[in-house]
């Protein structure tokens, strides 16, 4: 549903920093702050919109805001269902939502061959770093996801439940430290460089990647030269009026997503409740998808930025990937799926060099990149 937008009323709404990103709270209520941000957003949305108007197509305006509105309130009322105990109801509300925002997709990134053209040059680097506790060398399967046979490690993350693993990658080596929580001087910690895999002779996975990287302040804040700013959009026009209409529809839900966590040591994340509801409805299409086509596989993806921190949402992309619940063999309880879409170097030692950013250099320039089976 697309509403006409100026670029000036794109502006007054989103240049209000209670819209920016990531959202620092006080951890006390998560409903409640939830609420007062999406209700603060239609609130804008509805002053600008009135503007609006006059001299364009009022019935589209108008009913575009209600479409909003109906975005919002089933966010919170999925969180609600999920915070009083009922886990299946607020599926059932976020998958509604998701329907409704598949009818005005933000931008999905074809990673796949299929969408390979000829000479195709794949600057697509990303970086993986695992804390561990011996320094011996690893193979390239401690660095994948969590194997089936260690589920019970997995912890709950943004975008993947206790006990069910998923890949996260970064787009650079010092935000995957960041991620993890690690230092020079804090112990042992490996990293390799992960490349998708494109070649259809070897993977046959259709991979799309959802984008859920964009904060409100990206639309006007793109002429940093700050050099550790990493957050480049060369994929998508900003400045297209489509993009911009889209992400007011798109806006509440990388908003709920996008929350830091106030207390790491608790077991429970209200702040995880959205993400993890996406990845939830993200298994359902890749299941079902799987399951009508038996051509090739298929892989979905989330482009986010970090929400370690304020300073961390600005070092890079996230992406994650979910494990399909196959596994390869006994022998190798990884999923095969995400084993044939990957190739990667074997893990170094992060601090065997003077610096991260060194590491990385070495990692970047490094071409002996496989399977994890070979």
């Given at each position: 549903m697309i509403i006409d937008i100026s670029d000036s009323n794109f502006r007054?709404?989103?240049?209000?920093?209670?819209?920016?990103?990531?959202?620092?709270?006080?951890?006390?209520?998560?409903?409640?702050?939830?609420e007062n941000l999406l209700n603060n957003y239609c609130k804008l949305i509805e002053i600008e919109v009135n503007y609006l108007n006059e001299g364009l197509k009022k019935d589209r305006n108008n009913f575009g805001v209600l479409h909003i509105k109906k975005i919002c309130n089933l966010i919170k009322k999925s969180v609600k269902h999920?915070?009083?105990?009922?886990?299946?109801?607020?599926?059932?509300?976020?998958?509604?939502?998701?329907?409704?925002?598949?009818?005005?997709?933000?931008?999905?990134?074809?990673?796949?061959?299929?969408?390979?053209?000829?000479?195709?040059?794949?600057?697509?680097?990303?970086?993986?770093?695992?804390?561990?506790?011996?320094?011996?060398?690893?193979?390239?399967?401690?660095?994948?996801?969590?194997?089936y046979n260690l589920r019970s490690r997995v912890s709950s993350s943004r975008y993947s439940i206790a006990g069910y693993p998923s890949l996260y990658l970064g787009t650079s080596l010092e935000l995957c430290c960041e991620e993890v929580h690690y230092n020079l001087n804090n112990g042992f910690a490996i990293a390799s460089k992960f490349k998708i895999e494109r070649n259809i002779e070897y993977n046959d996975t259709e991979i799309n990647v959802i984008e859920l990287a964009l904060k409100p302040q990206d639309f006007f804040e793109q002429n940093r030269d700050d050099v550790t700013y990493r957050r480049r959009?060369?994929?998508?026009?900003?400045?297209?009026?489509?993009?911009?209409?889209?992400?007011?529809?798109?806006?509440?839900?990388?908003?709920?997503?996008?929350?830091?966590?106030?207390?790491?040591?608790?077991?429970?994340?209200?702040?995880y409740i959205v993400p993890q509801l996406l990845m939830q409805w993200v298994?359902?299409?890749?299941?079902?998808?799987?399951?009508?086509?038996?051509?090739?596989?298929?892989?979905?993806?989330?482009?986010?930025f970090s929400c370690a921190s304020e300073r961390a949402s600005d070092m890079g992309f996230n992406y994650v990937f979910p494990v399909s619940g196959s596994k390869i063999s006994s022998e190798y309880p990884y999923c095969p799926i995400?084993?044939?879409?990957?190739?990667?170097?074997?893990?170094?030692?992060?601090?065997?060099?003077?610096?991260?950013?060194?590491?990385?250099?070495?990692?970047?320039?490094?071409m002996d990149i496989d399977f994890i089976k070979n």
């Open positions: 007054k709404i989103f240049q209000d920093k209670s819209l920016y990103l990531p959202i620092r709270w006080d951890g006390v209520d998560f409903y409640n702050n939830l999920y915070l009083d105990g009922f886990p299946a109801k607020a599926y059932d509300c976020f998958s509604q939502v998701m329907h409704l925002l598949q009818q005005t997709p933000l931008r999905v990134y074809k990673k796949s061959c299929f969408e390979i053209l000829e000479n195709y040059d794949d600057r697509l680097s990303l970086y993986r770093v695992a804390k561990v506790e011996d320094n011996i060398p690893y193979a390239r399967t401690r660095i994948f996801h969590t194997p959009f060369d994929e998508v026009d900003l400045h297209d009026p489509s993009v911009r209409s889209a992400y007011l529809l798109w806006y509440p839900l990388i908003a709920a997503s996008s929350f830091i966590r106030t207390n790491k040591n608790h077991p429970f994340a209200a702040e298994r359902s299409e890749m299941a079902t998808n799987n399951e009508e086509n038996t051509d090739y596989d298929h892989l979905i993806g989330i482009r986010y995400l084993a044939k879409a990957f190739r990667l170097t074997k893990p170094y030692f992060i601090n065997e060099y003077p610096d991260i950013i060194s590491c990385e250099r070495v990692l970047r320039h490094d």
